[in-house]
């Protein structure tokens, strides 16, 4: 035990930490009658604030109802307002991006970056182009980056942005004008010490390049304020790769605890962009069979499962700019699509949702349940609504949440930090040493935080719990402000 605290609670395991009333810690009565959380009540006020904002709300109540019993341990939390200060972003940048279409017409779009924490280190997380983007989600996501950054044990605080603009069939000059456009409004807010951004849906190597090239020249300084930069200004190898590499990661030490392997078993992926493909390749890599991908106008069903060829077709439908998966049935003979659909109704031994969130709602988590899945671990953030969650747990299937499943990335981006500011590049394999490291590093967390009296580990409980731990000790650390 750590000099000046105060042996563990006999009930809840809750250890003084030598700035609490001792007699409060150590009397559960007294202690809970003065210090409990009201999720309903911070929950009904957030509403009142922010009305409509369903996804932000939904992700802040996942957590706060996983935090209840280890923040009521902890009277210094409520003292300073830890939950009511960490659910509100520090800061919100919004503005309307002008930009010039290929046609000549003037076209307008909302611009945002939601700055939600930076306890543990400068702002960090991507930025969304996608035509659903709007403040809700940019929260729901720059809430949950803040927790998942933590759990990485890197020095980033989190941070989201994106905008309301769809890169679907436009030309590479309209992208370029609009990631240019978008950053002349944002660059004043980054900085390698500050924020610093990075991909996520519809943002990749090349519209991170554009928007690195502007920054660079607006503030005239090279100091790496973008992370999956290209390789030859800056990049990590291995970025790319990272999230889906780190989520097959994952689920092997899933595996591990329960003595099982992947060899051989049956995977369905949903989404076909950049966090699919590296899912798809690790898992074909390591002996699993993936049996189905997906994109907004329905999934394929491909029973021989995706081989190299096939994971690089990947690559070029997305290229292609019209976000769909159609012709890959066309392409693979064997290979069957279904329009509308997704692919949860398959049977399958695993199951990876790599592409929106909410993708996996509660009927869909039934069917997978009554087919006799096994795992499903969220690659995507918040893939699975409460309703999927409640369906997983209630039926004892492994469940991993997507802020310990997919930190990879943002680990990675970490490492890119890292080498950025030591202007070095390291090779391949060191990358991928160190993203197996963290992610098994993780994966402890949950264990340690989550594992129920029962056996079963809550992954999502443990990866709330330890995340929660981190963030709220280091703004107790910082004093109140
Ligand atoms: O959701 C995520 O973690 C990302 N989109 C990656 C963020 C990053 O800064 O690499």
Same mark, same amino acid.
């Given at each position: 035990?750590?000099?000046?605290?105060?042996?563990? +609670?006999?009930?809840? @395991?809750?250890?003084?930490?030598?700035?609490?009333?001792?007699?409060?810690?150590?009397?559960?009565?007294?202690?809970?009658?003065?210090?409990?959380?009201?999720?309903?009540?911070?929950?009904?006020?957030?509403?009142?604030?922010?009305?409509?904002?369903?996804?932000?709300?939904?992700?802040?109540?996942?957590?706060?109802?996983?935090?209840?019993?280890?923040?009521?341990?902890?009277?210094?939390?409520?003292?300073?307002?830890?939950?009511?200060?960490?659910?509100?972003?520090?800061? /919100?940048?919004?503005?309307?991006?002008?930009?010039?279409?290929?046609? @000549?017409?003037?076209?307008?779009?909302?611009?945002?970056?939601?700055?939600?924490?930076?306890?543990?280190?400068?702002?960090?997380?991507? /930025?969304?182009? +996608?035509?659903?983007?709007?403040?809700?989600?940019?929260?729901?996501?720059?809430?949950?980056?803040?927790?998942?950054?933590?759990?990485?044990?890197?020095?980033?605080?989190?941070?989201?942005?994106?905008?309301?603009? =769809?890169?679907?069939?436009? =030309?590479?000059?309209? &992208?370029?004008?609009?990631?240019?456009?978008?950053?002349?409004?944002?660059?004043?807010?980054?900085?390698?010490?500050?924020?610093?951004?990075?991909?996520?849906?519809?943002?990749?190597?090349?519209?991170?390049?554009?928007?690195?090239?502007?920054?660079?020249?607006?503030?005239?300084?090279?100091?790496?304020?973008?992370?999956?930069?290209?390789?030859?200004? @800056?990049?990590?190898?291995?970025?790319?790769? *990272?999230?889906?590499?780190?989520?097959?990661?994952?689920?092997?030490?899933?595996?591990?605890?329960?003595?099982?392997?992947?060899?051989?078993?049956?995977?369905?992926?949903?989404?076909?962009?950049?966090?699919?493909?590296?899912?798809?390749?690790?898992?074909?890599?390591?002996?699993?069979?993936?049996?189905?991908?997906?994109?907004?106008?329905?999934?394929?069903?491909?029973?021989?499962?995706?081989?190299?060829?096939? &994971?690089?077709?990947?690559?070029?439908?997305? *290229?292609?700019?019209?976000?769909?998966?159609?012709?890959?049935?066309?392409?693979?003979?064997?290979?069957?699509?279904?329009?509308?659909?997704?692919?949860?109704?398959?049977?399958?031994?695993?199951?990876?949702?790599?592409?929106?969130?909410?993708?996996?709602?509660?009927?869909?988590?039934?069917?997978?349940?009554?087919?006799?899945?096994?795992?499903?671990?969220?690659?995507?953030?918040?893939?699975?609504?409460?309703?999927? /969650?409640?369906?997983?747990?209630?039926?004892?299937?492994?469940?991993?949440?997507?802020?310990?499943?997919?930190?990879?990335?943002?680990?990675? =981006?970490?490492?890119?930090?890292?080498?950025?500011?030591? +202007?070095?590049?390291?090779?391949?394999?060191?990358?991928?040493?160190?993203?197996?490291?963290?992610?098994?590093?993780?994966?402890?967390?949950?264990?340690? +935080?989550?594992?129920?009296?029962?056996?079963?580990?809550?992954?999502?409980?443990?990866?709330?719990?330890?995340?929660?731990?981190?963030?709220?000790?280091?703004?107790?650390?910082?004093?109140?402000?």
């Amino acid at each position: 035990m750590d000099a000046g605290k105060g042996p563990p +609670h006999p009930a809840t @395991g809750a250890v003084n930490t030598g700035t609490e009333h001792p007699e409060n810690i150590h009397n559960p009565t007294l202690y809970k009658a003065l210090k409990s959380m009201d999720i309903n009540k911070i929950m009904a006020d957030l509403e009142a604030k922010h009305p409509g904002e369903k996804e932000y709300l939904q992700a802040v109540k996942e957590v706060l109802m996983s935090v209840e019993e280890v923040y009521n341990q902890h009277p210094e939390f409520e003292r300073n307002k830890i939950v009511e200060r960490m659910v509100e972003p520090d800061r /919100i940048v919004t503005f309307r991006v002008t930009w010039i279409d290929d046609k @000549g017409e003037v076209q307008n779009n909302i611009g945002y970056r939601v700055q939600f924490n930076n306890a543990i280190g400068p702002y960090k997380g991507g /930025i969304r182009f +996608h035509a659903s983007v709007n403040l809700s989600i940019l929260k729901f996501l720059g809430f949950e980056q803040t927790f998942k950054n933590a759990l990485t044990t890197l020095p980033m605080g989190g941070a989201k942005g994106g905008s309301d603009f =769809s890169p679907r069939g436009k =030309s590479d000059r309209e &992208i370029m004008t609009f990631c240019q456009a978008f950053i002349l409004n944002l660059w004043k807010h980054l900085g390698p010490d500050r924020d610093v951004p990075a991909g996520d849906i519809g943002v990749g190597g090349r519209e991170v390049g554009y928007m690195y090239g502007m920054y660079k020249r607006l503030a005239n300084e090279c100091t790496g304020t973008f992370t999956g930069k290209g390789l030859s200004f @800056g990049g990590s190898l291995i970025r790319p790769e *990272a999230t889906g590499f780190g989520a097959l990661y994952f689920v092997q030490s899933i595996l591990a605890t329960q003595n099982k392997d992947i060899k051989g078993k049956t995977v369905a992926i949903s989404g076909f962009g950049n966090v699919a493909w590296g899912a798809a390749l690790k898992a074909t890599e390591l002996g699993a069979k993936v049996v189905t991908i997906s994109g907004p106008d329905g999934y394929i069903y491909d029973p021989a499962g995706l081989d190299s060829e096939k &994971i690089n077709y990947m690559l070029e439908l997305r *290229a292609s700019g019209n976000d769909i998966v159609a012709p890959y049935a066309d392409k693979f003979p064997g290979s069957t699509f279904f329009p509308g659909r997704k692919p949860w109704e398959q049977k399958v031994d695993i199951a990876l949702p790599c592409a929106t969130q909410n993708e996996v709602n509660g009927d869909d988590a039934k069917q997978l349940v009554a087919n006799g899945v096994k795992l499903v671990a969220e690659v995507s953030n918040m893939g699975c609504t409460p309703e999927a /969650i409640d369906t997983f747990l209630a039926a004892r299937i492994t469940y991993a949440p997507g802020k310990a499943v997919n930190a990879g990335g943002v680990a990675t =981006s970490g490492l890119e930090m890292s080498q950025n500011a030591e +202007h070095l590049q390291w090779s391949a394999e060191e990358v991928d040493q160190r993203l197996h490291a963290i992610m098994a590093n993780i994966h402890q967390q949950c264990v340690d +935080h989550g594992t129920e009296p029962d056996g079963y580990i809550n992954y999502m409980k443990g990866a709330n719990i330890a995340g929660f731990m981190k963030v709220a000790n280091a703004m107790m650390g910082q004093g109140v402000y």
